[in-house]
């Protein structure tokens, strides 16, 4: 498939015997096609036109974006599981400490410290979070682990055996937004896929997931 391209960022193309439907990924510099190996080149080529612009325009937001974050600095706030924390930059401590409403980190190397604390500290709720949407759902019995994900590409995953990663980033979202990606993981416990039964399951306990997934797209880069 080698010449396929739009504005000028090169289309991978990754075809399965296993895939049903054909879904389009796009990354900061990054396009990919997947797709059922069934589909000739002519139809992922129309699939592919159909979607021009919309890929366009997602390859043009993320080239818009800042090429880096500021490194955490005093004073900043630090929106955490629903609270608002303030940073605290201090050359006597070795190891992020929380203390009431401050997070105080080690004045050498706040970012990496930032991140340790962020996973340690939201490992717990996430798995609580988790259960509960399991237990509404009536998959509890099909949980397996929950763990606490740094994907570059995913705010979460479910494995077929049950275990279920959410990104460590997620704890600055807005509270319903994290709920929202605790549920849509949760849900595939029971659907492995996006069908419309699987989307069924996530409406049946949030009826406005929708609002918060829109949320996840304009604004998680923020996070």
Same mark, same amino acid.
Not at 110 to 115: D, G, H, K, Y
Not at 167 to 178: E, F, G, I, Q
């Given at each position: ?37 069934? #589909? ?16 366009a ?23 955490? #599981?629903?609270?608002? #924390? ?27 410290a #930032? ?13 609580? !979070? ?12 099909? !949980? ?6 740094g ?14 990663? !959410?990104?460590?980033? !997620? ?42 997934r ?10």
């Amino acid at each position: 498939m080698s010449g396929w391209d739009i504005g000028g960022v090169p289309v991978t193309v990754q075809r399965s015997g296993r895939r049903r439907t054909v879904a389009l990924q796009v990354a900061p510099g990054a396009v990919t096609l997947y797709a059922p190996a069934r #589909l000739t080149a002519a139809q992922l080529q129309t699939i592919l036109d159909t979607r021009r612009d919309w890929v366009a325009r997602h390859l043009a937001e993320f080239a818009a974006r800042p090429a880096g974050r500021p490194a955490p600095h005093e004073g900043q706030r630090l929106p955490f #599981l629903g609270e608002d #924390l303030q940073l605290r930059l201090s050359p006597a401590v070795r190891a992020p400490l929380r203390d009431g409403q401050q997070l105080i980190l080690p004045a050498a190397g706040p970012e990496a410290a #930032l991140e340790i604390w962020t996973r340690r500290a939201c490992a717990a709720p996430y798995r609580t !979070l988790v259960a509960h949407y399991a237990a509404r759902l009536g998959a509890a019995d099909r !949980l397996g682990r929950v763990t606490v994900s740094g994907a570059r590409t995913r705010w979460g995953s479910c494995a077929a055996r049950g275990d279920i990663r !959410l990104h460590w980033k !997620l704890s600055r979202a807005p509270l319903p937004v994290l709920h929202y990606v605790a549920l849509h993981e949760a849900a595939h416990l029971l659907e492995l896929n996006h069908s419309a039964r699987y989307w069924a399951h996530v409406a049946r306990v949030m009826p406005d997931w929708a609002a918060h997934r829109v949320w996840l797209k304009a604004y998680g880069h923020t996070l």
